[in-house]
């Protein structure tokens, strides 16, 4: 099957006087275009958005009669291509073999802090155990210096971002190496470069900032454009779809152009609603096509299909100036929602097994592995206690650093401090001075004096 991003139709646009300035030519070719059509017109025209021929036979547009929007796929559940005469894959075998490790950390890692959790060393976590190959297939196709909006089931994104367990382990006990110094709660990894931003609990919040980044981005690249080309992903599940902010950031970036791929884990469960009382219709995809921007339907649980996807996305979407790419990804949630919850509650047991047994990514890219000879039950096993011993070193050092001077909790929101911080910070002084056998300072470094 050929990809293909599926693209809307659009008519040209009349032709703007040309203008000094690039915004004020913008915007005289959106006000050159307003006119519907002139009497005696065939149709109903708004060009750019719609281009409707008119009828006399009354017809409502069902859509169980529409034909469904394909899923893009490069390898079946067996791990073999599935059109024998295509090109061969555009990535070397090493980098294959990356990719897999990088899962294969993922999951080790997920294994050992869930357990964690549940022995009360870890207050939080949760695991993307299903959906690897998305997170890892869809960064490699990615550039440092590309923005990344996560939601919270993206560790393989930083994975293959350059994030390492020591970064990982930081972050998740919130100690003094910590990037966001003990802030956030555990899994809300962040980075400065390659650039991640935070991420943060409200569902969907990180959809229109996105929009507004890849606007930003725009911006600069027609202000600068010595600028290296870049592009914003934002990641996020279907039950996130079901918020405003989805619809208020897609119909952003559509309507302003932005060079945004937005890349939709639709694994099936929204926590403990399954996608059946979520939403009517085919998909998160036909939403995409629904605010005019271009879309693709693909394997979750096929990396290579992830990445070449990926790939094209974003070539599209710094392609015309600047446009926004839906990626609906299809997958299922094999793990728990999180730590709070046990989705066997809503969900049989032999559902969860029979996936993962059948097929997963992990599963899936080991079986091509090891038809191409480059991987063997040896070589999983010696990996898998390799990273478990690496992922347990990193968990004990992290366990036992400190937490950050608590003044810490104040700075690196302002550049300087506001006045109403400095009277915060030392009211909590008061406090801790005052009732000193309530508060246990020497897990932070400096306790009090960092104050």
Known sequence: ?????????????????????PFNARIAGRCSSSI??????????????????????????????????????VMDSDGVLVEK?????????????TWYKNML????????????????RLSFYMVSAGEEGISVGSAAALTPDDVVFAQYREAGVFQQRGFTLHDFMSQLFANSNDNGRGRNMPVHYG????????????????????????????LQGLQDPNKPPRIVACYFGEGAASEGDFHAGLNIAATRSCPVVFICRNNGFAIS???????????????????????IRVDGNDIFAVYEAMQEARRVALSDGGKPVLVEAMSYRVSHHSTSDDSFAYRARVEVEDWKRRDNPIIRLRKWLE??????????????????????????????????????AFTDVYEELTEEAQDQMKELKRILEKYPNEY?????EEGINGL
């Open 1 to 21: 099957m050929s990809l293909n991003i599926v693209r809307r139709a659009v008519l040209p646009l009349r032709r703007a006087r040309i203008l000094p300035s």
């Open 36 to 73: 519907s059509q002139r009497p005696g017109s065939d149709r109903v025209r708004f060009p750019g958005a719609v281009n409707s021929k008119f009828t006399s036979q009354m017809s409502f547009i069902n859509a169980s009669d529409m034909p469904n929007i394909p899923t893009y796929r």
């Open 85 to 97: 005469t295509r090109e061969a894959l555009n990535v070397s075998n090493e980098n294959i073999l």
């Open 105 to 120: 950390t993922v999951s080790v890692m997920d294994v050992v802090m869930f357990e964690a959790q549940r022995q009360g």
């Open 191 to 218: 980075s400065n470069y390659p650039r991640n931003h935070t991420i943060s609990s409200p569902l969907a919040t990180q959809i229109p900032q996105a929009s507004g980044a890849a606007y930003a981005l725009k």
């Open 273 to 295: 609603t399954p996608t059946l009382e979520q939403y009517r219709g085919d998909g998160i995809a036909s939403r995409g096509l629904g605010y005019g921007i271009d879309t």
């Open 371 to 408: 038809n191409e000879g480059l991987w063997n039950e040896d070589l999983e096993q010696s990996t898998r206690e390799e990273l478990r011993k690496n992922v347990l070193k990193e968990f004990g050092a992290a366990e036992r650093l400190k937490k950050p001077p608590i003044r810490e």
């Open 440 to 444: 246990d300072l020497h897990q932070f």
